[in-house]
Each structure stands twice: as structure tokens, then as C-alpha cells.
């Protein structure tokens, strides 16, 4: 059985699959904007994913944060300076990022755990 | 097996009808004064439900975002219509919208293909 | 099988227990903080409660309204106490706190059946 | 020369005249409901102040958390209580409800003070 | 002395062209696609505006409601279609868009008489 | 005559001394809390203000832009590190995020020019 975090990363590339199947451009140029904004800059990447997730965090979406949570395991950040990141959005956004906090807890040790196997492989 | 669609519809009437059991007045009031602000008058209800919609969505509500997308279909809005209605909720709204961009999407197709097997019966 | 609001509490439970193991002096200050707030003092916690669940339903967040219409419960509010609160987050937030609302009569049918059975009992 | 308190309060006063000369009925409903929703029930108005209060505090409402503040004061809560709600909004809504507190200790240092020249008088 | 909302206009202006000396293009891209977002498309840009009334109202953005307010009048609205714009944004978001609402009426008289002013000339 | 950032600056320390008169500790402690977030951890204090500026920008709220870009650029924040924070707040929050993106490179412009002049000497 897939973990449920397997399960949001195949629900969300089905989801943007089926989005980007529209003729709007206006969507499609978000999207592209939207991507391209993480990328390395004056700004490295891994900061910029640390600031997205903290954005995420203190709006309150379960996807976004999955989905940084996600690209900062990728690029290297440690568990130590993701909780520095939920440390500022919950402070920024208060007790209501609480319930957010818990759901980012268990997607972090699912994605701790999977880039250690990855590593020890 | 009912669509997802489907559950939220009979999940919402049944919840409807709970908070609607309610000797609270002022809840039902307002229950009542959020039906008839969508009818017809200098602004179409078709009109009305598209702004329902994009309000919905720039306030990352599902459930307000499926009953909108439901009577905006339900009213004959084309599915460009509620494209160009999404498009306006992502830019106002941001990325942050795009977990919900992503539900609508699933929603609408279901909605459309609802309507053409209606229309072909 | 359990109902719906005893998996809420469990996964509450388990998910801050997971929190709680951090060694992020931060989130947990936080986490204290909140709980000591609810307190008595020169308000009841009873009325603190009640305070707690009109900003959480005003912010629409489905597991902080559980958790405060739990502890309500608990402190011997009324039905109709909370109906009260319920109105003034309604007219406060908006039709966009009525999904929200459903959500919390679900949770609120649920805790009056258990506090009779106990009382009965 | 006026405080801003006052100045806020004739400014209140005036735009609501000027949104209510409206044939527009819902608008006029809605805002009768609310009116009506803080009127004494099963809580008292008093209670349902500090709860609106809270509201709008944790939804960072500069002029609702000035109307509720007033109203509170006339309903004879104390500097004490209205903190202890002040405590409640700031850890439900965090850091970003800072600036909307410095804002409510200006407007309660006039509120408090009005109210004490009244009295003595 | 200028009206307030020629102020707004001048102040407006005046920041969008200190921003777009930035040498960032995300920031640059995202004004433009957000430029051509409400025009003529399925939709008309008229019905869009009215859209983006509605969700910069819910979002409880002065400046965003006082732009969409001056395209709505310039795009032939009628007084009693933008009330109804403002009535759904009322009823979704609630009371704590009420100070916005105020604001609104306030611009919308001064946008009212200027049309006349020059329909009349 | 005072620039209005150093007009931001004597209001944010007046009120906060207001408000820290306050015998309440629930509030006293969350202000100490909230400054201690930000200290050098893991994560430099740099990039933490940088987070800081993110959220205060997606969560729209000006006095916490303004405190944030003030310490930014007192670490030492380069332009174009701070217009990427910009960008990404821009792409999370949406053009709703414009008016306050103006206020922002308004407040920028003054503080670079401050520090070149502190600079200089």
C-alpha cells in the first residue's frame, strides 16, 4: 500500500496534468511563472524552497507545504532547519498553523526516512 | 460506486439540513439571505454564480467552489466561461490557489460530462 | 468502528505527541503558551472556549473547531450557548464559514450524545 | 481637535449612513442581521462583544476590532478582560495580529479614559 | 485639493512604475499576465471586472476594490450591477468586509458623479 | 520632516511600549517569543528575516513587511535578494499582493538609501 504521501504526489502530477491539458493561457503562463520562481537566482534554490514552505505554512495549505516540504528534503536541507522554517510560520501565523504543523510533521518523517533509505541504497 | 461529486452533493444536502434543524434564527436568516443574493436581477444568476465562484476560490473554499462550479454548469456556462473565471481567481489568488485549481478541474470535468449525457438522453 | 470525531482526537493526540518529541525550543514555547491561555482567569475558561471556537470557525480551520467545541462541551455550554458562537462566526465570516458550519454541527451532534450517555451513565 | 477614536467613530457613522441610503436589499438585510446577532441570548452581549472582538482580531479588522472594543468597554468590561480576549486573539492568529494589537491598546487607553471621565462625572 | 481617490489613482500609478524599474522579471511577468487577464476574452472584460470586484472584496483589499471600482465605471456599469457585485461579496466574506464596504460607496459616489461630469460635457 | 519609514519606526516602538506596559504574561511572553524566533539558529538570522518578509508579505500585513525589509537590510540583504523574497511572495499570494508589493519597494528605496548614506560615512 502506498504511503499517504506517495498518494498526494500522484494526486497532485495527475491534477496538474489534467490543468495544464487547458487551452487558457493565462493558467498555463502561471504555472511556468510559478515554476520558474524557485529557481536558483541571487537566491539559492533551497532558501527559496524554505521560504516558500514557510509561505505555505502561515496560508495554511497541505499541498503547498507538501509539495516544498518535498523539493527541501530534495535539496538537501536538514530536519534541523525545515523545523527553524515551521518554528517562523508558526509564530508569523499562530496556534490556527498548529493542525498544518502535525500534517507536516508526519510528511517530514516520511520524507527523512525515504531520503535516508535512498542514501544508505 | 457514487463519483466523488456525487458524495459531496448528498454529504452537503445532509449537513444542510442538520444546521437547518437549528431554533438559531439568525443562522437560518442568513442561510436564507446567502439563496436569494444569487438570483436574478440587474446581474444574471448566471453571472452571480460566476462570481460566486471566483470568490470561492481566491478564499480556497472546496465545498464553495463545487457548489458554484455545479450551478455555474447547471446555468449553461461553457467550460471556456469557467476557465476564464478560474484564470482570473488564480491571478488574484496565487499559487496558493493552484491545490484548489486542481480540485476544480476534477470537479468540472465530471460536470460537463454529467450535462452532455444529460443533454444526449 | 470509531466515530469520525474519536479518529479527530486520536490523530490530534498522535500528531502532537510527534510534534512534541522536536527538540525546536520554539514550537514547543508555543505549544505551552496556547495551552496556558485558555485558562481561568478574569475570564472563565469556559468563556475563553467559546472565544476559541468563533476565531477558529472565522478562520475556517475544521481541526481547531473540533478541539475547542470539544473543550466547550466538556465546560458545560448549552446547545444553545454554541449555537450562539456558531451565529456570531457566521455573520462575521460569511457564507464561506457554512461548510465549516456543517462540520461543526456533525461534530457537535456527536459530543452532546456522548456528554448524555456519560451523564446517564 | 478630535482623538482618531472619535474620528473613527464619525467616519463609521457616516459611511454606514451613506451604504444603507442603498435600495439594494440584501445589503440592508445583512446588515440588520448582524445588528441583531450581538443583541443578549443565552450569552449576553457582553460575552458576545469579547467574542466579536476576538473575531475580529484574529481576522485583523482595525475598524471591527475598534467597534467591538467600544462596545465592550460601554458594556462595562474590564481593562483585565478585554486583555485576556486581546491574549487569545494574538496566540490563535500569531505575530501578524501584532500590529492590529499596538492599534487596540491606542484605542482602549481613549476607550478606558473616556469611560472613567464619564463615571467621575 | 484633490479627492481622495484621485490620490489613489496618482499614488497607484506612481508605485506600479517604482516596481517595474526592477530588473526582476517574475515580478515584471506577473503584472503583465495579470494585465491580460482581464480582457475581452469569453468572458468580457466588463463581467471580469465585476469578477475581480467581487474577489478583491473578499479578500478585503482597498486598493484592489478602488482599481476594479474605477475599470467597473468606466466599463458602463450601472450603479445597481456593482451593488449586487458588492451584495455577493457581502454575503461570502461577511461582516469584517463591511469597513471595505464603506470604502467602497465612498469611492463609487466620487466615480458616479465623474462619469456624469463627463457624459455631460 | 520625518520620512514616513521613521514615522513607521517611532509608532511601532511607541505602541509596542504600550502594549508591553501590560501586566497580561500570555502577551508579553508571545512578544518575547516571537523575537528570540528570529535569532541565529541553523538558519542564520539573514535568512530568517528574508522567510519573515515572505510571510508578512503573503499575509499582507505592511508594519510586518516594513519590520522585516528594516532588519533585512540591516544583515545586509542585497537588492536582489530581497526583490527574489518579492517574486516568491508575488507568485504564493497573487496580484493581491500588488498594493502592498508597492509599499514595500517604497520602504526599500529608503532604507538602501539609508544604508549607502550610513555608509559613505
Chains 1, 2, 3, 4, 5, 6 share one sequence.
Do not use: W
Not at 49 to 64: A, I, P
Not at 67 to 89: M, P, R, W
Not at 96 to 104: D, F, G, S
Amino acid at each position: 500500500m502506498p504511503h499517504p504521501f506517495e498518494e498526494f504526489r500522484a494526486r497532485r502530477l495527475a491534477g496538474n496534468e489534467l490543468v495544464l491539458k487547458t487551452e487558457n493561457l493565462g493558467i498555463k503562463r502561471l504555472f511556468s511563472l510559478d515554476k520558474i520562481t524557485y529557481e536558483d537566482g541571487v537566491l539559492s534554490r533551497r532558501t527559496k524552497e524554505l521560504m516558500g514552505l514557510t509561505g505555505s505554512m502561515v496560508l495554511r495549505c497541505n499541498d503547498c507545504i507538501d509539495y516544498h516540504l518535498d523539493t527541501c528534503v530534495q535539496q538537501g536541507c536538514s530536519k534541523e532547519e525545515i523545523e527553524e522554517a515551521f518554528n517562523i510560520a508558526l509564530i508569523i501565523g499562530g496556534s490556527i498553523v498548529i493542525p498544518h504543523l502535525r500534517h507536516a510533521y508526519e510528511s517530514l518523517a516520511f520524507l527523512l526516512a525515504e531520503r535516508a533509505a535512498n542514501t544508505a541504497g
